[in-house]
C-alpha cells in the first residue's frame, strides 16, 4: 500500500494547528482574525451562516491568501494575519487551514467542530426563512 490515509493526513494538519474551539473563535473574531467560511453555497443555505464570517469556498482559498497572488483579497496583505477557517463540523478546515500554513500564515487555525460548534455554542447565526 502507497500513500497516507486521510486519519493520517488529519492528524498531521491538526498537529501543527493552535485550533480554537467556539468561544475562543468568537473572541478571536471579535479581536480582528479574520472569520473564513469554506462551505459551499447550498451547505450555507441550509445551515445558517456566521455574520462577518468571510465567504471563501474552499477551491479558491490559496489563491485568496496568499500574499503573492494577483487573485488575493485586499485583507491577505500580510502572512502574520489572524485566520480562522471553518467549514460545517471542522475536517475540511484543519486541511485547509494548514494548506493556509503552507503558504507562509504561519497564524492560520481552525474553528474545533466547525459551524456545528459555533452554533450549539449559542453564538449568532443567520438563517435563510423560508
Known sequence: MSGR?????????RARLARLDA???RLAFAEGAVLVDIRP???RA??????????IER???????????DARLPVAD??????????SEGYTSS?????????GLHRATD??????AWKAAGHPVTTLVG
Do not use: K, T
Open 41 to 43: 453555497a447550498a451547505q
Open 46 to 55: 441550509r445551515e445558517g451562516e456566521i455574520p462577518g464570517a468571510l465567504i
Open 95 to 103: 486541511l485547509a487551514a494548514a494548506a493556509l500554513q503552507d503558504l
Open 59 to 69: 477551491n479558491v482559498l490559496e489563491w485568496r491568501f496568499d500574499p503573492r497572488s
Open 111 to 116: 474553528l474545533a467542530g466547525g459551524f456545528q
Open 5 to 13: 490515509g486521510i486519519d493520517e493526513i488529519l492528524a498531521d494538519a
Open 78 to 87: 500580510r502572512y502574520d494575519l489572524p485566520v480562522v477557517v471553518f467549514c
Open 23 to 25: 468561544d475562543q473563535a
